[in-house]
């Protein structure tokens, strides 16, 4: 798809029998396209839909070249699309025919491109370098925040923005008789810290604090799932080393955690030190023990230094949050271009959130490089599904009120353009949580929609770069991993520019190609992988961290 050339509408697909509006469109405004001219019934508003022919009651609705929604009643041509005139509709999918041909992109002076990561004994590379303190379960959080109060401001760690000087100047107002009014009414500016010790482990990022509410008193496989999302951010290329804090009597046993270790890492060598609290006795003791320990810890992790590595090395998880109707036109397309890059360069790509791959499962599921990953990927968006409606949910619950407001109104409208950010590669493997990334190419991982739950699994599963697109704007980050915001229109990039690193609003503009777009931003990831930029989510210190509890959560 090419740039839109700034037009005011647009066809994504050649077979679609629906129009998205670009900007904002009068009922009355005069519509052309192909041999067909009419004019609009309603208003439509920019990101929306309204249609390219009459709909009666049933008929089909097309975008993206799949079926994405029924009308519930009669459409006029030229009436926008909403809640009230279309419902969910999908394709059935089955086992099909292998269709892993495509057209590999030239990768040109990408094939030579290193970034300078930190290098691992399992082979793996890092795009940071980072202490974690972790609780094997939720009784341990409270020592873990007594860990994070003792290290993080004497070893440099703390962030250099709060918000203590606007604290001191309302408290200040208050005590010398400002009345509430005048306070909500002040305009008050923010100052300059006070210069605080620089940091002690000039090669470690940060220490970094993994809490959960997960551990014991739920399922027994809610606890080896956490105890294998653990491991996994514990073998993670950007860590180097960890310290766990065990209770001792939780379902989440160091035991288990070890065995997912070697899972992962039959020879894992990384520094790591499990302390038990019913076993060593007082708090006072335990600490003592985890402080020295993390400290011991953190001078062989600055003994790592970044070192040039090809772009093979790269693992990229691919997510949206906070979509809007031009995720699929613009941001997700252009990490669908810069995903087939990578993976032609050796790389890896993991496309997860599969509630949001539902209408797209006939495709993704031909692509998978053989029947097996095929069989797997359907079982798991079946089983899936299948849960949720038992529950009085399914699929078709998944788009939030921003997602609709937006243009996003059924969860087959929003899946299809979700699924644009996986290219156009075979599917070289597909995971259920909490499975680590094996294999080069577009993997595929079972995680449910929401933002932080899903970016939490990926980069369990292993990537050490973040790729984020967002239409409405959200600030999630990751403990581990950089995790670079995408904006889908450049009204957001304006609105929220503290948080979104990345516009493609120039695709929707006119002014700029999925192509172009997609080596800007890969040009852009090179730096951050390398350490030279910093996105927004790392610098406000965005650690979110919320592991999936294998219940519904879509």
């Known amino acids: ?32 396209f192909g041999t067909q001219t009419f004019n609009l019934t309603t208003d439509v508003s920019a990101k929306h839909k309204f249609a390219l022919e009459d709909f009666a009651p049933g008929a089909p609705i097309f975008m993206y070249g799949v079926l994405v929604g029924k009308a519930c009643e009669p459409i006029a041509r030229g009436s926008a699309l909403t809640v009230d005139n279309i419902e969910h509709a999908s394709e059935g999918f089955n086992l099909g025919s292998r269709k892993t041909e495509w057209a590999r992109p030239e990768i040109g002076r990408f094939e030579a491109a290193t970034f300078q990561g930190f290098h691992r004994a399992d082979g793996s590379v890092g795009t940071a370098n980072y202490w974690l303190i972790i609780p094997l379960v939720f009784c341990e959080n409270r020592n873990v925040d007594m860990i994070r109060e003792a290290l993080t401001e004497k070893l440099g760690f703390r962030k ?7 604290v001191e100047a309302i408290l200040n107002m208050y005590q010398t008789g400002k009345t509430v009014a005048e306070i909500l009414e002040a305009d008050i500016a923010p100052t300059a810290n006070a210069s605080h010790l620089s940091k002690i482990f000039p090669n470690v990022d940060g220490i970094k604090y993994l809490n959960h509410s997960l551990g014991c008193g739920g399922t027994r496989t809610d606890s080896d799932a956490l105890c294998g999302l653990l491991a996994g951010y514990i ?9 766990v804090l065990s209770l001792g009597c939780q379902h989440a046993q160091a035991s288990i955690l070890r065995s997912e270790i070697e899972k992962r890492d039959p020879n894992f060598s990384k520094p790591l030190f499990i302390l038990e609290q019913q076993q060593i006795g ?19 992790a600055n003994s790592c230094h970044r070192e040039p590595a090809p772009l093979s090395k790269l ?45 797209v499962e006939q495709e993704l599921s031909d692509r998978c490089a053989n029947e097996d990953l095929a069989n797997k990927f359907m079982h798991l968006m079946r089983t899936y599904n299948a849960k949720a409606e038992a529950d009085g949910s399914g699929f078709y619950a998944n788009p939030s009120p921003g ?78 991993a950089p995790v670079v915001k995408i904006s889908t229109n450049s009204a957001l990039f304006k ?19 999925i192509e172009q777009a997609a080596e800007r931003m890969l040009d852009y990831v090179i730096q951050v992988a390398s350490g030279e930029i910093v996105p927004k989510a790392v610098g406000l210190g965005q650690d979110d961290f919320i592991p999936w509890k294998r219940g519904v959560s879509l």
């Open 160 to 166: 250099p923005r709060g918000y203590e000087s606007e």
């Open 315 to 359: 693992c990229i998880g691919l997510e949206c949050g906070g979509s809007d109707g031009f995720s699929g036109i613009s941001a997700n397309p252009t990490l669908g271009r810069l995903s087939d890059i990578l993976v032609s360069a050796g790389g890896s790509v993991i496309l997860a959130e599969f509630p949001e791959l539902c209408g």
């Open 1 to 32: 798809m090419q740039p839109a050339k700034k037009n005011t509408y647009i066809q994504i697909h050649p077979t679609d029998n629906v129009l998205v509006a670009l900007v904002d469109l009068q009922a009355g405004t005069p519509i052309a």
């Open 403 to 480: 997602n609709i407001k937006d243009g996003l109104i059924t969860d087959a409208i929003k899946s299809a353009g979700a699924a644009k950010k996986g290219g156009s590669s075979p599917v070289t493997d597909v995971l259920d949580y909490p499975e680590k990334v094996s294999k080069s190419g577009l993997n595929l991982l079972c995680t449910p929609g929401s933002d932080v739950e899903s970016t939490t699994a990926v980069v369990g599963s292993g990537a050490n770069v973040v790729l984020f697109t967002t239409g409405l704007g959200t600030p999630t980050g990751n403990p581990v």
């Open 235 to 243: 073998t993670h290329p950007n860590v180097a080393g960890a310290t």
């Open 495 to 513: 609105r929220m520019p503290d948080i979104i690193d990345i516009n493609c609003g120039p695709i929707i503009e006119g002014e700029e190609s």
């Open 282 to 300: 007082t708090e006072e003791k335990m600490l003592q023990m985890a402080i020295k320990q993390t400290f011991a810890g953190l001078i062989e």
